[in-house]
């Protein structure tokens, strides 16, 4: 059976399916983890870090280069700002 991961970012698919991952190996499945949003400040050690894991636990990687929030959009570089900013874009029913 072929089968493909989607992951946000780098290392997600590891962390979060890392034994899904390992068990369809082990029965012969092929598994492609995709990782959306990889450009960004590191993503040079981090596609690095992510092809190791990728081949420890037997999966093939492809790495789409799309740019993290914080590289993409000014207002997610200050932690600050993404987790003490305005709630104006909030809907009503979540405050």
Partial sequence: MKICIVSPHIDDA??????????????????????????????TRRAAEEKEAMARIGATGYILDEYDAPDRDA???????????????VPETFL
């Fill in 14 to 43: 590891v962390l979060s399916c890392g034994i899904f991952i390992q068990r369809h190996v082990a029965v012969g499945d092929q598994i492609l983890v995709v990782d959306i949003f990889t450009k960004g400040k590191n993503d």
């Fill in 75 to 89: 207002r997610y570089k200050s932690t600050k700002e993404l987790f003490l900013g305005e709630m104006k874009d």
